[in-house]
Nanobody, 115 residues
Framework: QVQLVESGGGLVQPGGSLRLSCAVS????????KGWYRQAPGKQRELVAA???????NYADSVKGRFTISKDNAKNTVYLQMNSLKPEDTAVYYC?????????WGQGTQVTVSS
């Protein structure tokens, strides 16, 4: 059974930092592309950052220079380091693993940026 479990969300003040983790089990972690997505109330889910099996990364323009995606194949975990957080970063953050036609999603973790 494939499981993706996100953690690390919470309430943070503008300018603060959080690190999200997504622990994966039940699949061959290293061969999948990994991504972090977010969905704010009333908005569509959007890609935040992605990393493929060759460590190529890409980011949404809105988070470039502030967020960093990384992975640890030994721990089957993908991370999202979020710095200089803004109120507009408030959303539920989801991790996703993709390979060919297979997609797996986590349950999401809430990130709220507010003073």
């Amino acid at each position: 059974q494939v499981q993706l479990v996100e953690s690390g969300g919470g309430l943070v003040q503008p300018g603060g930092s959080l690190r999200l983790s997504c622990a994966v089990s039940g699949i061959s972690f290293s061969i999948y592309s990994k991504g972090w997505y977010r969905q704010a109330p009333g908005k569509q889910r959007e890609l935040v950052a992605a990393i493929d099996s060759d460590d190529y990364t890409n980011y949404a323009d809105s988070v470039k220079g502030r967020f960093t995606i990384s992975k640890d194949n030994a721990k089957n975990t993908v991370y999202l380091q979020m710095n200089s957080l803004k109120p507009e970063d408030t959303a539920v953050y989801y991790c996703k693993l993709t390979r060919l036609a297979r997609n797996y999603w986590g349950q999401g973790t809430q990130v709220t940026v507010s003073s």
